[in-house]
């Protein structure tokens, strides 16, 4: 079945950098496109960023647009968020999220990572 | 940026209930509309696909419907396992992708 197990989160200060990563496995990774999906204690969903299946076209809200940056290692199953000059409202729980839709990105996120928390704090 | 809005934002209901909640979306989004299922300290499960489709091995109670700007999740007869908090999304408009603000399932 799929898994999705993030890893790199902790206690940052503002304006440090951190990077996340996410190991797949149960499916084909490098068929897939994906995102991460970040929710700020006690608040909502928000969505963070999408790479294509082959790393070709990257996406992100204007939130983090300039900050972050998704990227992927097809020959590990990895996926990568670089997260520069944190801020204390980037503090949250980061998901690692599949697409449903094989090489094309759908944004239909199908299956979920536990998380990794995310502290920016002085 | 397309907004999603759902309501309620929480509600308390019993064993039993019938269960409505609904996702206004600001621009018409065709069926491109998911909800999904977050427990405490889990992460979000997707419960229904393309507004009305039931993702495999989701309880038949749970369903979807609408299409454009109005959307509806429907709990046909709400079990102790259901008390969580519901979130819809869209995927018409990508990027960005977007959330409600999620409802909140309490029990009465």
């Known amino acids: 079945q799929v898994q999705l197990v993030e890893s790199g989160g902790g206690v940052v200060q503002p304006g440090r950098p951190l990077r996340l990563s996410c190991a797949a496995s149960?499916?084909?990774?490098?068929?897939?496109?994906m995102h991460w999906v970040r929710q700020a204690p006690g608040k909502g969903l928000e969505w963070v960023a999408l790479i294509t299946y082959d790393g070709s076209n990257e996406y992100y809200p204007n939130s983090v647009k300039g900050r972050f940056t998704i990227s992927r290692d097809n020959s590990k199953s990895t996926l990568f968020l670089q997260m520069n000059s944190l801020r204390s409202e980037d503090t949250a729980i980061y998901y690692c999220?599949?697409?449903?839709?094989?090489?094309?990105?759908?944004?239909?996120?199908?299956?979920w990572g536990q998380g990794t928390l995310v502290t920016v704090s002085s | 940026d397309l907004q999603l809005t759902q309501s309620p934002s929480s509600l308390s209901a019993s064993v039993g209930d019938r269960v409505t909640i609904t996702c206004q979306a600001s621009q018409d989004i065709n069926n491109y509309l998911n909800w999904y299922q977050q427990k405490p300290g889990r992460a979000p499960k997707l419960l229904i696909y393309d507004a009305s489709n039931l993702e495999t091995g989701v309880p038949s109670r749970f369903s979807g419907s609408g299409s454009g700007t109005h959307f509806t999740f429907t709990i046909s007869s709400l079990q102790p396992d259901d008390f969580a908090t519901y979130s819809c999304q869209q995927y018409e408009y990508l990027p960005p992708l977007t959330f409600g603000g999620g409802t909140k399932v309490e029990i009465k």
């Open positions: 149960g499916f084909t990774f490098s068929g897939y496109a």
């Open positions: 999220v599949k697409d449903r839709r094989a090489s094309s990105a759908s944004g239909l996120l199908d299956n």
